[in-house]
């Protein structure tokens, strides 16, 4: 993976990974559980008008915003008895959002095997992730060509 194409934002939780030894990284994705941001109030009670993440074994919904300035934010569910999921989730709902479309398009698609879970989560929970970002960045695509 380049960081090149890496935004800030997500080398910085990367890196607070890579930073721990392997068991603690487990222990910092359960804390991030706890920080997936509550989605706006529109979208609250109303998964009908975000996506289905369907790697994701438990039910993970995602939605993404483009606004005028072409700023992109994104919103996830994820219930808190799958913390492993919601973790991923709220990685990607604190790394994606406020960055612009080419940023977020910019992500490699390999980043959540680089945060150095790979022996401590299931290929399955890490396919959930990289669903997660193919399904915010084909939305980023979809909404910013409108």
């Given at each position: 993976?380049?960081?090149?194409?890496?935004?800030?934002?997500?080398?910085?939780?990367?890196?607070?990974?890579?930073?721990?030894?392997?068991?603690?990284?487990?222990?910092?994705?359960?804390?991030?559980?706890?920080?997936?941001?509550?989605?706006?109030?529109?979208?609250?009670?109303?998964?009908?008008?975000?996506?289905?993440?369907?790697?994701?074994?438990?039910?993970?919904?995602?939605?993404?915003?483009?606004?005028?300035?072409?700023?992109?934010?994104?919103?996830?569910?994820?219930?808190?008895?799958?913390?492993?999921?919601?973790?991923?989730?709220?990685?990607?709902?604190?790394?994606?959002?406020?960055?612009?479309?080419?940023?977020?398009?910019?992500?490699?698609?390999?980043?959540?095997?680089?945060?150095?879970?790979?022996?401590?989560?299931?290929?399955?929970?890490?396919?959930?992730?990289?669903?997660?970002?193919?399904?915010a960045k084909r939305q980023v695509r979809a909404k910013a060509a409108v």
């Amino acid at each position: 993976m380049s960081d090149t194409a890496l935004p800030q934002s997500l080398a910085d939780i990367r890196d607070e990974f890579l930073e721990l030894p392997e068991p603690d990284r487990l222990q910092l994705l359960l804390e991030f559980s706890h920080e997936l941001p509550a989605v706006p109030p529109q979208y609250e009670g109303h998964p009908e008008l975000c996506e289905r993440v369907v790697e994701c074994q438990s039910p993970v919904y995602i939605i993404v915003d483009v606004d005028a300035d072409g700023r992109v934010a994104m919103h996830a569910t994820a219930p808190r008895e799958a913390p492993t999921t919601r973790g991923f989730a709220s990685i990607l709902a604190q790394g994606i959002t406020g960055l612009s479309v080419d940023d977020v398009l910019g992500i490699p698609n390999d980043f959540p095997q680089t945060l150095g879970l790979t022996r401590a989560v299931s290929p399955l929970r890490l396919g959930g992730m990289t669903g997660m970002l193919m399904r915010a960045k084909r939305q980023v695509r979809a909404k910013a060509a409108v």
